[in-house]
Antibody, heavy 121, light 106 residues
Framework: QVTLKESGPGMLQPSKTLSLTCSFS??????????VSWIRQPSGKSLEWLAA???????YYNPSLKSRLTVSKDTSNTQVFLKITSVDTADTATYYC?????????????WGQGVMVTVSS | EIVLTQSPTTMAASPGEKVTLTCRAS?????MHWYQQRSGTSPKLWIY???KLASGVPNRFSGSGSGTSYSLTINSMETEDAATYYC?????????FGSGTKLEIK
């Protein structure tokens, strides 16, 4: 059974660094073809893909935010992390992690429940 | 970046009515994927690779399209189908989503 769960600070101040963790089970990120992505959704708005990391450790970023994003994974291949630097109110959103299975044209077959992050002074 | 434009933005359908949601891409894509999101919950994969139904999706749903024009069709609207539907392309990075169609029950 595949499950993913996001965790984060809930609230942080502008200009700080947001650190998020995605803990998952039911698959290993060391398995060929596995990819975990971060996607966010401001309240009442659409979805924005942020970044991904694959089984080989290759990383992919949305160019619109690339300079502020860092995605990584742990050595046990059961957690993926996302850091966003210099946050501001526009980063207030629900953040999801989701799994993709390659090869093919990437889509997200399993999603976490999401973690709400509010940026406010 | 490939921009996906969904239409309509919002619509209401009566039980039993046929519904078609549209997604247009700014450049040609090989496949389109669709997600259903009910209020307060995570998106769920609904249709992948244009026309394949995800596990558990009722067969009143179907998907079609090619190039820059794709659609999701509900053969006969049911109450439980009320949700927001998003299209997503995986043909090029960055992966992008449409702005969504909110489907309500009349």
């Amino acid at each position: 059974q595949v499950t993913l769960k996001e965790s984060g600070p809930g609230m942080l101040q502008p200009s700080k660094t947001l650190s998020l963790t995605c803990s998952f089970s039911g698959f290993s990120l060391s398995t060929s073809g596995m990819v975990v992505s971060w996607i966010r959704q401001p309240s009442g708005k659409s979805l924005e893909w942020l970044a991904a990391i694959d089984w080989d450790g290759d990383k992919y970023y949305n160019p619109s935010l690339k300079s502020r994003l860092t995605v990584s994974k742990d050595t046990s291949n059961t957690q993926v992390f996302l850091k966003i630097t210099s946050v501001d109110t526009a980063d207030t959103a629900t953040y999801y992690c989701a799994r993709t299975l390659l090869p093919g044209y990437p889509f997200f077959d399993y999603w976490g429940q999401g973690v709400m992050v509010t940026v406010s002074s | 970046e490939i921009v996906l434009t969904q239409s309509p933005t919002t619509m209401a359908a009566s039980p039993g009515e046929k519904v078609t949601l549209t997604c247009r891409a700014s450049s040609s894509v090989s496949y389109m994927h669709w997600y259903q999101q009910r209020s307060g919950t995570s998106p769920k994969l609904w249709i992948y690779e244009t026309s394949k139904l995800a596990s558990g999706v009722p067969n009143r749903f179907s998907g079609s399209g090619s190039g820059t024009s794709y659609s999701l069709t509900i053969n006969s609207m049911e109450t439980e189908d009320a949700a927001t539907y998003y299209c997503q392309q995986g043909s090029s990075y960055p992966l992008t989503f449409g702005s969504g169609t909110k489907l309500e029950i009349k």
